[in-house]
């Protein structure tokens, strides 16, 4: 490397305000303008600046920044630093480059070809800090600029290897920002011949490349798997002196070790026996190494050695085919559970929670059972506490279920406020799944109830609801316990809410003894109902009239409560409603019309249960691993009759719901019985999605065109293929929309890496502006079968031509998918359809008379012509239908207001079908031209 | 694959952020404060990784500086802990008993190490200076929040060194013998 001036500069010199304190920040804003003001004259005077001033000043430029001010010149000076022949002055130039410049700068083209004369330079240096440059920019025009050029300088047998090493990294950067713009091409080949290079530094990016490469396309690079094989087993059998530079406190290479450990994690096992033979043996190598005695007390040391000893670990549990060396694993990981030091048992717990689900080492892990209870119990930090509570849950099996149960209902009495609602989630799961008797779950649920009622979410309470539906048996003791339950004097509102339904439903069966006789059970539930929220009286008033049907000893009692003013006149109009109508209908419905109606709930459909899915989406990594593969149990035919990996739904307990604790989309049914309506629409629409027949006919993983059909509805399936389903649902209002996605994972195996993201293609940025509020709750990990939901909010700022993009990327079995969709936004979701009569729809129409407010198109129908379907579809589109306005009542006349947030675009249509010709002309006037032509085109797609 | 990389001092200024991530300033300011608040109250006998959102924060603490890394759930933990130290040693090797002054008006210097050092994972330095550059992966503006804006607020804990750190060993490591 050409020597360099050292400290060139020495900012405390240059800027004697800052490093002396006391200063008021008035003085320091009046110092910056001074200074600002001198480097401005300096910059703007007849007299040429050296490079020296010249980088003096633009570094004092970019210092001022950092501070917090903005600065507004010396581009034009950086830019000239680029092409100087000295290394610092180029250096403050790509550094003021990258963190000021923005890429629709004018000066992008100057920037762009210093950049290349420094990558043509030969000079590694320069080559470096271009490289760099292109790097920490890393936009979509530095990629069109150079990807093409880097792999050749990567792969070029006369690059310097920190210029390869610098290529390697940058071209990682680019390929991750943008993966269309690097070419793939002979040069992927000799990247991978890089994993044999000399220079240590050059191999560790070009695993780190590599890596990420094969994600997409592992066939390309299969025969990285020997060379990596033969890389490790050289590092990890060297000696501790062997690789000097590379080694770090006495390991020798621990970070190439780690990188290269991971990227076999792409690849299943290698095939060939010998590089089989090869790898198992280094691994056992690592394993024995972490039996010797330390070389150094040092915590990096340990550090750096237990680093690669998990890294290992992870790589045993990924292959899950050698038993031998998963229960040496686990005997080691048992080791790290009782270490002093916090770091190693948090990840010996973490570790151990994937070794538990597989078939080889589970029973070792659960001869730890006693030492992660202890951990559950003992330790002080939370984050390690809450991994002992995710390994009790993996570990759990039938044999151990009770005591781990019980273990975690103790331990939620202490738990932390941030972890209770995933323990409540995590033992409900677990009661159910393994529950011997069905008295013990119910059992167990009150429990939950009891202790940490706040936090038992609706999902929990309406999976007892549907299981003791569900089960005969143990409907008596169910209506038997929660009738104790409800005595305590103080008891959850949750509890009153099972108890409400519970009682409701099978009161009669505990009826006879005396001291649950109805009016005891009556009166017990109504002491409870002034205290409770509106839903829950909502749910109580529902209980009172299946009272009714169940005793009609309490008839008059009832009727009584439901006349009261409190209730007929109550400020609630759902209530209010309930109270009208079970008063009525009690009053005046027959005893066999009460009875059919007010019958007991049938059973519900089984399917996955919601917990489950609630827990998936509240915590992917690491959650349910263990439960749902079902491979370690497949004898669970237990009271759920088996999970079968069917789609999620949350199902509320039907017919007594109201919309307000329906799931978000369910069909609020304030009338709580059996109507018919009901009955057929038992899922909500979440769940409804993934049964309708799919519409994309399950085509590959390119992008699939456009969703014209999504024009003129809100809700369906988006895409479908093999492996994944998404469906979508949204609503729009104003300027403003709320989109559900669902993701639903088809297979039975878990999607990894799961992260979808919106982007916006160039124009459509300033235009909308979709927040994805919940896009960071969307798990990493889908399990097979299970379906998670995304939630995109929306607003229209401007009016805008292309949709927005939706990009999903997952790992599936080790192979990357990706895809890109159209989001179904278009600018005519955020239409309000407007009302008028014809008179003042022609005054409109003849104020829209310019040429270039109107867009005419005339095209031959792809559909039968039917009049209430285009009516269906024009409504859909989201104008409100004017009747009477068109001469010809063949004709269709629209008018509505499109509302964005910067402006309403007012906008009228008409339709006139030739029903002889199978042609139709439409005619969109509208007051501003791109939108006319946008919807003309939209609309006509449609017919 | 790591998010991005912030030195923060006890007060919660920021001395150093790097962003592999595209946020707006608005959330770069929300996650400062939100990692501030998540690792200062943690005490020396806890872990060095935070649950974080769906990311996992690396944490290290010398002197007055806390050096984050936020990377993804699965990532090795241990290797992203070290390198955090090995980084504090090319520090501390290239200013000759770095202190938190060093980071603030040597940022020119400061802010090309990181991803080098963290990205490649060279112990390239330890016969001399950084290799002063390979900075991938730096990318959007690299400017500090205001948590910068004053360096003169810490002059106390400024001036300790980060060599006296509370991990021991950062200048009398057992460097490998020369070759």
């Known amino acids: ?943 | 694959m790591i998010r991005f990389i912030l030195i923060q001092n006890r007060a919660g200024k920021t001395r150093l952020a790097k962003w592999y991530m595209q946020f707006d300033d608005d959330e770069k300011q929300k996650l400062i404060e939100e990692v501030h608040a998540v690792v200062t109250v943690r005490d020396a006998k806890h872990t060095n990784f935070v649950e974080f959102r769906n990311f996992k924060i690396i944490y290290r603490r010398y002197a007055g500086l806390y050096f984050c890394i936020c990377v993804d759930v699965n990532d090795n933990n241990l290797a992203y802990l070290e390198a955090i130290h090995n980084f504090v040693e090319v520090l501390n090797e290239y200013f000759h008993n770095v202190c938190e002054l060093d980071l603030v008006f040597n940022f020119y210097k400061a802010s090309e190490s990181p991803a080098s050092h963290v990205q490649t994972r060279t112990v390239a330095s330890r016969r001399g200076r950084p290799l002063p550059s390979l900075r991938s992966g730096l990318h959007g503006r690299g400017r500090d929040v205001p948590g910068r804006r004053d360096p003169r607020d810490q002059p106390d804990e400024g001036a300790e060194t980060v060599a006296d750190a509370a991990v021991p060993g950062v200048r009398a490591a057992n460097p490998p013998p020369p070759p």
């Open chain 1, 1 to 943: 490397l050409p020597a360099r001036e050292r400290n060139g500069m020495r900012f405390n010199c240059l800027f004697p305000a800052f490093s002396s304190p006391g200063k008021s920040k008035e003085a320091e804003i009046k110092r910056i303008n001074k200074e600002l003001a001198n480097i401005r004259s300096k910059f703007k005077g007849d007299k040429a600046l050296d490079g020296y001033s010249k980088k003096k000043y633009v570094c004092k430029l970019l210092f001022i920044f950092l501070l917090g001010h903005d600065i507004d010149f010396g581009h034009m000076e950086a830019v000239n630093l680029l092409s100087s022949n000295k290394y610092t002055e180029k250096q403050i130039g790509y550094l003021f480059i990258s963190v000021l410049v923005n890429s629709n700068s004018e000066l992008i083209r100057l920037i762009n070809n210093a950049i290349k004369n420094d990558l043509a330079s030969r000079n590694p240096t320069f080559m470096c800090l271009a490289l760099h440059c292109i790097a920490n920019v890393g936009s979509r025009e530095m990629g069109e600029a150079f990807a093409a050029d880097i792999p050749r300088i990567l792969v070029a047998g006369d690059s310097m290897d920190s210029v390869k090493q610098s290529a390697a990294l940058c071209l990682l950067r680019l390929y991750k920002a943008s993966p269309d713009l690097v070419p793939m091409g002979e040069w992927t080949a000799r990247v991978v011949h890089l994993l044999n290079d000399q220079h240590m530094g050059v191999v560790t990016a070009a695993v780190s490349l590599i890596t990420c490469l094969c994600k997409k396309n592992p066939d390309d690079f299969k025969t990285c798997i020997s060379l990596a094989v033969s890389r490790l087993s050289r590092i990890v059998s060297s000696a501790s002196t062997d690789l000097q530079d590379y080694t770090y406190y006495f390991v020798p290479a621990p970070w190439l070790s780690v990188k290269l450990l991971r990227l076999l994690q792409c690849y299943p096992p290698p095939e060939d026996a010998a590089v089989k033979g090869r790898l198992v043996e280094c691994l056992e190598t690592v394993l024995n190494k972490a039996q010797e005695p330390p070389k150094s007390k040092k915590v990096q040391h340990s550090n750096a050695k237990n680093a690669i000893l998990f890294e290992t670990i992870s790589l045993i549990i990924h292959y899950d085919s050698e038993p031998n060396l998963l229960v040496r694993a686990c005997n080691q990981l048992g080791q790290f559970l009782q270490h002093r030091e916090t770091n190693l048992r948090y990840l010996a717990l973490e570790s151990m929670c994937t070794l538990a689900s597989s078939e080889f080492s589970h029973e070792a892990v659960k001869t730890h059972i006693d030492t992660v209870i202890n951990a559950l119990k003992t330790e002080r930090d939370v984050s390690v506490r809450q991994r002992a509570a995710d390994l009790l849950y993996a570990m759990c099996d039938r044999s151990n279920a009770k005591q781990i149960v019980s273990e975690m209902l103790r331990y939620l009495e202490t738990a932390d406020y941030a972890i209770r609602e995933e323990i409540v989630l995590k033992v409900a799961i677990l009661a159910e799944k393994y529950a011997v008797d069905y008295s013990w779950y119910v059992d167990t649920i009150l429990n939950l109830i009891r202790i940490a009622g706040d936090y038992v979410s609706e999902e929990v309470w309406y999976r007892v609801l549907q299981i003791v539906t569900n089960r005969d048996d143990v409907q008596g003791y169910a209506a038997k316990t929660v009738f104790e339950a409800l005595q305590a004097p103080a008891c959850h509102e949750n509890m009153v809410k099972v108890g409400g339904y519970i009682l409701g439903e099978f009161g009669n069966l505990i009826a006879g003894d005396p001291r649950s006789s109805p009016p005891v059970q009556f009166s017990l539930l109504h002491s409870k109902f002034h205290l409770c929220s509106v839903a829950t009286r909502a749910l109580l008033l529902s209980t009172y009239i299946k009272f009714i049907n169940l005793f009609p000893e309490t008839k008059a009692t009832i009727q009584g409560v439901l006349r009261a003013g409190s209730q007929l006149r109550n400020a609630d109009v759902e209530l209010q409603q309930r109270a009208v109508e079970y008063l009525t209908l009690s009053s005046v419905a027959s005893t066999d019309v009460l009875a059919t109606v007010l019958e007991e709930m049938p059973p519900f459909p089984e399917r996955e249960s919601s917990i489950l899915a609630k827990l998936k989406r509240k915590k992917g990594p690491g959650a349910g691993s263990a439960l749902d593969d079902g491979r370690r149990d497949p004898s669970s035919n237990d009271i759920n009759g088996g999970v079968e990996p069917t789609p999620s739904t949350v199902v509320s307990p039907r017919g007594w719901a109201i919309g307000a604790w329906g799931p978000p989309g369910a069909t609020p049914s304030h009338l709580l019985l059996r109507t018919p309506s009901e009955l057929g629409c038992r899922e909500p629409p979440g769940g409804r999605l993934l049964r309708r027949p799919s519409y994309q006919g399950g085509n590959g993983d390119s992008s699939p065109p456009p969703p014209p059909r999504f024009v003129c509805k809100n809700n369906g399936v988006l895409f479908e293929n093999q492996l994944l389903q998404i469906g979508v649902k949204s609503e729009f209002r104003q300027n403003l929309g709320r989109m559900y996605l669902f993701y639903g994972n088809k297979t039975s195996v878990q999607f990894q890496n799961f992260s979808p993201t919106v982007v916006h293609p160039g124009d459509l940025q300033t235009h909308i502006l979709p927040l994805a509020v919940q896009t960071k709750r969307v798990a990493a990990q889908v399990d097979g079968g299970a379906q998670v939901q995304q939630v995109l909010n929306i607003e229209c700022l401007r009016d805008f031509l292309t949709p927005p993009l939706l990009s999903v990327r997952f790992r599936y079995g080790g192979a990357p998918q990706s895809l890109t969709l159209k989001l179904p936004v278009t600018i005519n979701k955020f239409f309000q359809p407007t009302e008028m009569a014809a008179q003042d729809f022609f005054q409109r129409w003849k104020q829209l008379s310019l040429p270039q407010q109107e867009a005419q198109k005339i095209f031959k129908a792809n559909h039968p012509m039917d009049a209430e379907v285009t009516k269906a579809k024009l409504l859909g589109f989201g104008s409100a239908l004017l009747d009477n306005v068109d001469p010809n009542p063949e004709n269709f006349v629209g008018a509505g207001i499109i509302q964005t947030k910067a402006l309403q675009v007012g906008c009228l249509l008409r339709l006139e079908p030739n029903a002889q010709a199978q042609m139709y002309r439409l005619t969109l006037r509208t007051s501003k031209e791109p939108v006319s032509r946008h919807l003309c085109e939209l609309l006509a797609q449609q017919f």
